[in-house]
């Protein structure tokens, strides 16, 4: 669900009416529309739980106490919208730290939009594309990577078929949006000189297909953008290797960072404590889909680097290279530079959803959290100041805290997040 999929979301928000709200930097004390409740306190997290046809985002405090458990909710209706929430939603791998808290809505809805903190007052709402017509074409947000007040970029997943798309509408780029003003500045980094192929069968035999380079999440590290690739064709029946681009802002120039052996690396998020390191995992891939040797060997999680002027990886865990591994390349997150955590998914028949911590460089593993269903751990955060890892689980239609204790994580509690909604927990986010 990390990178809301064609194939899974077939139920897509069509978009109505074409304006954005416009707004001036802020405390977060109030100067855009008036929109949601006023907060108590500046939130440090928000949960999101969705249903992936509603959406609702809660926001909590230091002490992860909810400050509002549905603070904004697909039923939500506020002046200057371009369109609510779907049930696709994320939030950026990083804020802003300007006082706002923002919103990706994806595949179909094609939206972001910024609320201040903790007024909730309405920023803004920026679409990621143009007018699209009838083509059917969606651009598919899936993070809002914030440079500075004037420049903010946007990765889009999909690729634009049609050889005749004007620019806006092109996708597989970084698209530039100005975070006050929440307007497309009308320049796009394309990373189509990323894309490659590879072959599929077919009735007649091997056919080489076009991969697209698919951008997903991305981190900012000086004046460089590192951002995971998919790097998975039109039909999503072909992937090529595991890659990782680096787009110099300065002079626009994109170059791809290979990982060996490695296929679908979108998900990419950062180190605590190592400001210029990131942590891809890659998904691995599989045709026909759901083959487990064949995840088996392209799937694992890379540690790289990007302190110097060329950007190396550091750490490579590859599943193969342990036969008897879990496949725990869900939902990662780092706890340190060789430490993360891992989601290995249950198969609805003899195994359920376990976390796992995964030391990069041993590649030793040890569960730390079982649930009671599959596919429902989905995306934690770890907060380094209180050492708290929250896990959302929506078997148990709650939050699982757990505490860091050296080597060890103990469970200390749960929180359950607007239990009336119906709606179960699938993201937890820290608002650093």
């Known amino acids: 669900m990390e990178r809301g999929r064609i194939f899974i979301f077939l139920i897509g928000v069509l978009l109505a009416g074409s304006g954005c709200a416009e707004s001036e ?117 899936q993070d809002f990577i914030y440079v500075s007040p004037d420049s903010a970029w946007v ?21 530039e949006v100005d975070p006050t003003e929440m307007i497309a500045t009308g320049s796009r980094i394309d990373l189509s000189p990323l894309n490659t192929t590879a072959e599929v069968m077919s009735e007649a035999g091997p056919v080489e297909v076009e991969v697209f380079a698919r951008p997903s999440r991305g981190r900012l590290i000086g004046s460089r953008i590192l951002v995971g690739l998919d790097r998975i064709s039109a039909s999503f029946d072909a992937a090529g290797p595991g890659m990782v681009a680096v787009v110099d802002l300065e002079n626009e120039s994109v170059e791809g960072i290979e990982i060996p052996g490695l296929k679908n690396c ?23 889909f759901g083959d487990e040797a064949q995840i088996r060997q392209s799937a694992g999680i890379a540690l790289l680097d990007a302190a110097e002027q060329s950007v190396e990886i550091e750490r490579l865990w590859r599943v193969a290279d342990h036969p008897e591994a879990a496949i725990a390349v869900g ?90 909604l119906g709606l179960p927990p699938t993201q937890v986010y820290l608002l650093d």
């Open 331 to 420: 939902g990662v997150i780092a706890l340190a530079e060789e430490r993360v955590l891992g989601v290995a998914s249950g198969d609805f028949a003899s195994t359920v959803d376990t976390l796992y911590t995964i030391d990069l460089t041993t590649g030793s593993q040890e569960p730390v959290y079982q649930a009671t269903g599959s596919f429902v751990i989905g995306l934690s955060a770890y907060d380094p100041e209180s050492e708290m890892v929250f896990v959302p689980d929506a078997a148990a239609n709650a939050v699982i805290e757990l505490a860091v204790d050296q080597e060890e994580l103990i469970q200390v509690g749960s929180t359950t997040i607007a239990p009336d």
């Open 155 to 175: 990765p889009r997943y999909e690729p634009n078929l049609d050889p005749a798309a004007p620019p806006q509408n092109q996708g597989n780029d970084l698209f």
């Open 266 to 288: 979108g998900n990419l998020g950062a180190v605590p404590s190592a400001p210029t390191k990131v942590v891809v995992s890659c998904a691995g891939f599989s045709q026909p």
């Open 25 to 141: 930097q802020s405390d977060g004390s109030g100067s855009g529309t008036p929109a949601l409740d006023r907060l108590d306190a500046v939130p440090r997290y928000a949960v999101v739980s969705t249903d992936f046809t509603s959406s609702s985002i809660a926001v909590l405090d230091e002490s992860f106490q909810v400050l509002h458990e549905s603070w904004v909710n697909s039923g939500t209706t506020y002046p200057g919208l371009v369109a609510t929430l779907s049930g696709d939603v994320v939030l950026p791998t990083r804020q802003a730290g300007d006082g706002t808290l923002t919103v990706i809505d994806r595949f179909f809805t094609d939206v972001v939009t910024r609320f201040l903190v903790p007024s909730g007052d309405l920023s803004g709402q920026a679409r990621t594309q143009g007018e699209a017509g009838g083509t059917g074409f969606s651009s598919n947000p």
